[in-house]
């Protein structure tokens, strides 16, 4: 039960990402799972209806995704994205520089829930994000990777 009682850390819009994809799973997702499972049984014999294991299956996940989301918004803690305090804080956005190669990139730290590195946005959890954390401009920080530990230098803070 602790677990979901654990804070989770969104930005405005990715609350608003969390209602929209639970609203679609109440409305949209359990009609069509459940129309899927109407079809299966008018097929009679559901010892061998793999139709019917199926739309059971998706209806589990779609009710545990609902129950997931629900928590998510219940203990959500919003964060500002724009509080510019100097320190690399959830909700800031960071441009860092690996050294010693220059190569630079600019990432948002933001809760675990919206982690997307794909989209430079990483978790205050991630090792990055970890070390950043509470960091200022100029300052190294040193990165344990699976293949050794690389030092980024933080440029700048938003």
Request: net charge negative.
């Amino acid at each position: 039960m602790s677990q979901n009682k654990k804070e989770v850390l969104l930005t405005e819009e990715g609350l608003e990402k969390v209602k929209q994809e639970l609203e679609l799973l109440k409305t949209q997702k359990r009609h069509e799972v459940a129309e899927r499972l109407k079809e299966a049984i008018a097929q009679g014999d559901l010892s061998e209806n793999s139709e019917y294991d199926a739309a059971k299956e998706e209806q589990a996940f779609i009710e545990s995704r609902i129950i997931t989301l629900e928590n998510m918004i219940r203990n959500a803690k919003i964060i500002a994205s724009n509080q510019n305090t100097g320190v690399v804080s959830v909700g800031s956005k960071v441009t860092i520089e690996e050294i010693p190669d220059g190569d630079k990139e600019t990432y948002t730290i933001v809760g675990s829930a919206e982690s997307d590195p794909s989209s430079f946005k990483i978790s205050n959890e991630s090792p990055i994000g970890a070390e950043l954390i509470g960091k200022k401009v100029g300052e190294v920080i040193n990165v344990s990777t699976p293949g050794g530990t690389i030092q980024f230098k933080i440029i700048e803070i938003e």
